[in-house]
């Protein structure tokens, strides 16, 4: 016979109580080796949501070839980022891991791009977000648990590990102004409040727990990082073309443009100049093992950077204890913060505001808007299984074309383009 192993009663990480660990649909007492956030670990891991981001574009199409990132290898990128740096803080690493790994199960398919296409459908319903969408994953779509009446309530994560999860903790009518415009950004739709507000209790009115900031910060961290990366490999840019006056006035008019609109443009090419001398910039990379390893080697001294920045900076002001939940707020210095946006600025002028893509990004739009517009005309006839069930529980054509939304978000790029042509009989191919 095999010898049993003892079990003990769950423990609990310094820095967190009790009622983070509760769940929104209370479940039996479990006596196992591991943790309730364990738990919320493992089940997002193994959800299917995390599965169909392996199909979803991250900023390349996962078709163009085989070494551009998904969603999903970003997600996990995000998520190793993440568990040190929270860890390295006293954050419970697998609250960190949890909300690093669901931070983009909302997306749908094409990236930004169908988000902005969704959002546009959706607008007569309160818009699509993709931060909100997740949340609506995380407690609702997902199947794994149900309320006491039948009803859904996804992987019902403990408390502590939804809202680390919540990247913008408020709904669209409460969204703050920022620099003088109200932010379109938000965390959860109207019909998603209750729980919402559950996993809020107690918490400081629009501010994120220390956990969501540091998948917030791993996550701008890696994808800024690791797009230009992508770029490089795919021949969209050498960072030796910044010694030419005309391409670095773009990405220092995107960095501005689309992410520090307030910024001085002398700030940004210093922080670009900062990062030229570095020691670990890859000028020119050819293909060859060894440009490829000199590649590897600055994202990963990057990413130390930043995470080593942003580590000093909040222990120079909170000291060493444990920081968790709502104990502290992570500090990133300036520099930093401007450095992160100039590797964005790289990605967006020579992938996302290419002019080779522009066809392709409209071609994209057209298809999930007419994807909408065919499921929300054709009632459930067309629709997966579980959604089905939605549209007859909805109670008016508002909460109809919320699911029909639902489904098409949770497409991936070559789903949705297949069902496109199944439906409408067209053939598209975008790479």
């Not at 220390?210 to 800024?224: G, H, P, T, W």
Request: net charge negative; with cysteine.
């Amino acid at each position: 016979m095999a010898e049993q192993v003892a079990l003990t009663p769950e423990p609990l990480m310094t820095g967190y109580k009790e009622s983070d660990q509760e769940r929104w649909v209370a479940e039996p007492a479990k006596s196992t080796y591991r943790t309730h956030f364990e738990r919320d670990r493992a089940r997002v891991l193994h959800s299917s949501a995390l599965r169909r981001l392996g199909a979803k574009t991250q900023v390349v199409s996962p078709a163009t070839d085989d070494f551009v990132r998904t969603r999903l290898t970003h997600s996990l990128e995000v998520a190793q980022v993440g568990r040190e740096l929270g860890r390295t803080l006293g954050c419970d690493p697998d609250v960190v891991d949890a909300a690093c790994l669901s931070h983009d199960l909302g997306h749908p398919p094409f990236g930004h791009n169908g988000e902005a296409a969704l959002n546009a459908a959706a607008h007569s319903i309160g818009g699509f977000e993709g931060n909100a969408q997740t949340l609506r994953l995380l407690t609702r779509l997902e199947p794994k648990v149900l309320r006491p009446d039948g009803s859904p309530a996804g992987l019902n994560l403990t408390r502590a590990s939804l809202d680390a999860s919540c990247k913008y903790p408020w709904a669209a009518s409460d969204a703050p102004v920022i620099h003088g415009k109200r932010t379109s950004k938000f965390g959860a739709y109207e019909d998603d409040l209750p729980v919402f507000d559950w996993l809020r209790a107690g918490a400081p009115e629009r501010r994120s727990c220390i956990e969501a900031q540091v998948m917030d910060l791993a996550d701008d961290i890696s994808y800024s990082v690791h797009d230009v990366e992508d770029a490089i490999v795919a021949g969209r840019v050498q960072l030796k073309w910044m010694d030419n006056a005309d391409h670095r006035s773009r990405v220092i008019g995107y960095t501005r443009q689309w992410y520090l609109p307030h910024t001085d443009p002398a700030e940004v090419d210093a922080a670009l100049t900062r990062l030229e001398e570095s020691g670990v910039w890859v000028r020119e990379a050819d293909g060859s093992r060894k440009s490829m390893a000199a590649l590897k080697d600055m994202t990963s001294q990057l990413i130390g950077r930043f995470c080593s920045s942003a580590l000093e900076a909040t222990r120079g002001i909170y000291g060493p204890e444990p920081l968790t939940r709502y104990a502290a707020e992570l500090v990133v210095p300036q520099e930093t913060v401007l450095e992160i946006a100039v590797m964005k600025g790289l990605a967006t002028t020579f992938v996302m505001t290419a002019d080779l893509r522009q066809p392709i990004y409209e071609q994209q739009q057209e298809i999930l808007t007419d994807l909408v517009h065919e499921l929300h005309a054709t009632g459930p006839r067309h629709l997966e299984p579980a959604f089905v069930a939605d549209w007859h529980a909805a109670d008016d054509d508002g909460a109809r074309l919320r699911v029909v939304i639902d489904q098409i978000a949770s497409l991936t790029d070559v789903s949705a383009i297949a069902l496109h042509e199944r439906l409408m009989g067209s053939n598209r191919t975008l790479i």
